[in-house]
């Protein structure tokens, strides 16, 4: 008829390319998204690095696991990125230099404690045994590498004898290594059989999908060849000078709470994900899998259904051949160490050894601070670490000069504190908790040209609440009944304004040195008044330092408790 129309079929082929797009879509969220996180983690070498990216499905899952495996450890939870497989693979870990309070309440509580250490091929770095220590961090979560390492050690139970591990090397570990290289090799160079799509996309004219496919691929087949040139796939390459890490887990002590079982491992092989080649390279992966997801589908959009059916065919094999590679290659967690008890006490352990489980107390000791209800800013003159400490006394000698002026010129060479008390206790399983040794600490100094060290009672003082303010209702509330206001009970926090140290040091029969800090300095020149049992208990019944102690048996119980860790302390350095 004249006056009819054509009117073309519907573009069935477009239709169903739209479609598919929208399912192919769903695919790549879903399908094969375990598999390919794990690979893309590390968790079977650097090989698997480049096959957890050779086919587009759980692309959205590969770019979170980059961005989470890429993110400081510190910054983690705080974006929302963390999971317990990026913990698997990374762990989780702060720096204890790193006073962030806050953060370390977001993370939850510490699992452990790590102190890397820089050693030779044969334990040591100097003469003297002792390796150079490069940092010290909490752990809140161990990777599944040092997690199996630390499953293999018995656990060192309350009120039993002091034990520790190291690791002790597979007869066959050698060899294993190098069969496992080779098969890390073998599998980047297949990664290669990729360019097989490509080189059908390009004869089909799908150059823009080429592009994006070849570009994609190639930056993870070339991050897995610099990660397994450089010895990272597995294992850090055995140098002169490698890092091992001395771990001490367990239910950790904390100024207000009992530490339980505990495990002390030393020499563990650093996990090499942790190192900044893995990390820049999950960086640079995240930015490449969001520009290919972005790209393909913008591309995919334009091509007919051949391409797209044989693009769509290709991904599919990948995915096979991607779920093959994970069934047949090495894992990480296969065993190529054995623990090895150190002794069984501590003057068993051998010397280089003890060094090393005496920077764990210290690292120990440094994590109570961080989370002190007195702050961080109370402790920082406290010595975070000591090799000896000679010529303990239990009380200081007074002249008659000085016993008949009434107070004394001190030099003060160093404090250690509660923290390091409490620490050293617990490792050496005293019957000791960090509340009973809240107000304990040694005091040592310069003596005429000698250092003596004598065990003392100190308090932080703060200032009480003006009398109108009680009146007015503002009374503080304490859950112990008959405790005064002006007294308040160990453990409580302060305004971290108007505050100080007092200390009360032992100088004869009924005798003692009052001196306190200035601006919370207190090392240096000090003067100390001489007071009586009666003088003391006159200024604490004052409670014009707002403490718990209200008489002068509270100070002699605290420097009781004070000769008793120095005692044990005297154990762990020697």
Known sequence: ??????????????????????????????????????????????????????????????????????TPDWLRDTLGVRAKEIDAAVGLALRLDQKDRR??????????????????MHGNTESDGQPDEVSRQDVYAFDAQTAGNLEM?????????????????????????????????????????????????????????????????????????VLQICGLSR????????????????????????????????????????SSLWRISWAIGSVASISAVIATYMTLGRQNARVFAIWTGFQFFWLAMRSIFYHFAEGKES???????????????????????????????????????????????????LDRIENVQAVFTLTPDEAARGNVDLSVVAVVGDTLLSSAAWILESKFTGLQLYDTCIIILDVRGVSVAIPCARVLSDKPLPESDIEAGSKPQFPQKGVEPRFPPKGGHNRGQDISWWYWIPCGEKMWLQAHSTDMKFLGKRTADVLSDEGVTKKLLSGDLFIGMSEVAHVQAAVQSSRKTCQTLQVLLS
């Open 335 to 385: 065993i190529l160490q054995y623990p090895a008890s150190l002794g069984k006490d501590w003057k068993s352990i051998p010397m280089h050894f003890k060094a090393r489980i005496r920077r764990l107390v210290f690292a120990l000791s440094e994590y109570q601070i961080n989370l002190h209800p007195r702050g961080v800013y109370s402790y920082e003159e406290d010595t975070k670490s």
């Open 235 to 274: 294992e850090y390459p055995k140098t002169d000078r490698t890092c091992e890490v001395d771990y001490l887990a367990g239910q950790l002590p904390t100024p207000l709470r009992v530490g339980g079982r505990h495990k002390i491992l030393l020499g563990a092989p650093e996990n090499v994900r942790q």
């Open 1 to 70: 008829m004249a006056n009819s129309t054509h009117r073309s079929p519907p573009n069935v082929s477009s239709f169903n390319l739209g479609g598919g797009l929208i399912e192919i879509a769903a695919l790549t969220a879903l399908i094969g998204s375990t598999t390919a996180e794990s690979l893309v983690l590390g968790n079977k070498g650097a090989a698997g690095l480049v096959w957890g990216t050779m086919s587009v499905f759980g692309t959205l899952t590969i770019i979170r696991a980059c961005i989470s495996a890429a």
């Open 103 to 120: 953060g370390r309440a977001r993370v939850g509580s510490a699992v452990g404690l790590a102190c890397k250490v820089e050693t030779t």
């Open 153 to 225: 050690i018995p656990e060192n139970l309350p009120k039993e004898p002091f034990q520790a591990y190291t690791l002790a090397q597979d007869p066959h570990s050698k060899e294993r290594r190098v069969t496992n290289a080779w098969k890390d090799w073998i599998g980047i160079l297949a990664s290669i059989s990729k360019l097989v799509e490509l080189t059908v996309m390009w004869k089909h004219n799908a150059v823009l999908l080429c592009l994006t496919s070849g570009i994609y691929w190639m930056v993870f087949f070339l991050a897995a060849m």
